[in-house]
């Protein structure tokens, strides 16, 4: 895509820049979730390019994003004990151990998400965008309850608020009528 082409991609309803559409993303900082959206496509790119052969964005799928995620765990700093590790279970082991830094289930969900985002703001269709498959959702899923398995921390989903709409139409939080 040509810089031009990026610029109106940057500059869609999603960037966080505010102001007309005429306007240039030069003018204003990108936000640092863009800046770091822009640096993660840039690295995906790429990682792509370097494979052999070198592949097109538009020939990546699923399975790519999904050796990307497992190439990146050897830059990770998150000691993930495995299960034939004396501390696996533990939530604060006593000593080391020679168990794998990987990339943390967080940092992994973010980058999807940003990843995501930036493969429809630069032309991708959101049917074939390779970041929202579900064996990406799977892989994700797998990650995080091997790591809190690791840390001896079951992962919990937080439960959102609700609020309970009275018969008389005021909306509130869920506590009991009166």
Same mark, same amino acid.
């Given at each position: 895509?040509?810089?031009?082409?990026?610029?109106? /991609?940057?500059?869609?309803? &999603?960037?966080? /820049?505010?102001?007309? +559409?005429?306007?240039?993303?030069?003018?204003?900082?990108?936000?640092?979730?863009?800046?770091?959206?822009? =640096? *993660?496509?840039?690295?995906? +790119?790429?990682?792509?390019?370097?494979? =052999?052969?070198? $592949?097109?964005?538009? #020939?990546?799928?699923?399975?790519?994003?999904?050796?990307?995620? &497992?190439?990146?765990? #050897?830059?990770?700093?998150?000691?993930?004990?495995?299960?034939?590790?004396?501390?696996?279970? #533990?939530?604060?082991?006593?000593?080391?151990?020679?168990?794998?830094?990987?990339? %943390?289930?967080?940092?992994?969900?973010?980058?999807?998400?940003?990843? =995501? /985002? %930036?493969?429809?703001?630069?032309?991708?269709?959101?049917?074939?965008?390779?970041?929202?498959?579900? %064996?990406?959702?799977?892989?994700?899923?797998? $990650?995080?309850?091997?790591?809190?398995?690791?840390?001896?921390?079951?992962?919990?989903?937080?439960?959102?608020? =609700?609020?309970?709409?009275?018969?008389?139409? *005021?909306?509130?939080?869920?506590?009991?009528?009166?």
């Amino acid at each position: 895509m040509s810089s031009k082409g990026k610029e109106v /991609a940057e500059g869609s309803s &999603r960037s966080s /820049a505010g102001g007309g +559409g005429d306007d240039h993303n030069q003018q204003q900082p990108l936000s640092r979730y863009e800046s770091q959206k822009r =640096r *993660d496509w840039n690295t995906f +790119g790429q990682y792509l390019r370097n494979q =052999r052969p070198p $592949v097109a964005l538009s #020939q990546c799928s699923s399975n790519h994003v999904l050796e990307f995620l &497992r190439y990146l765990d #050897q830059f990770g700093k998150t000691k993930v004990h495995l299960q034939g590790c004396l501390f696996f279970g #533990q939530s604060e082991p006593p000593g080391p151990c020679t168990c794998p830094l990987r990339q %943390a289930w967080g940092s992994l969900d973010a980058l999807i998400g940003r990843l =995501r /985002a %930036a493969y429809e703001e630069n032309g991708g269709l959101p049917e074939t965008n390779p970041f929202a498959s579900g %064996a990406i959702r799977v892989y994700l899923r797998e $990650v995080r309850d091997s790591q809190a398995k690791a840390r001896g921390i079951p992962y919990k989903k937080k439960k959102k608020k =609700r609020n309970v709409i009275k018969p008389n139409g *005021d909306t509130s939080s869920n506590l009991p009528m009166q």
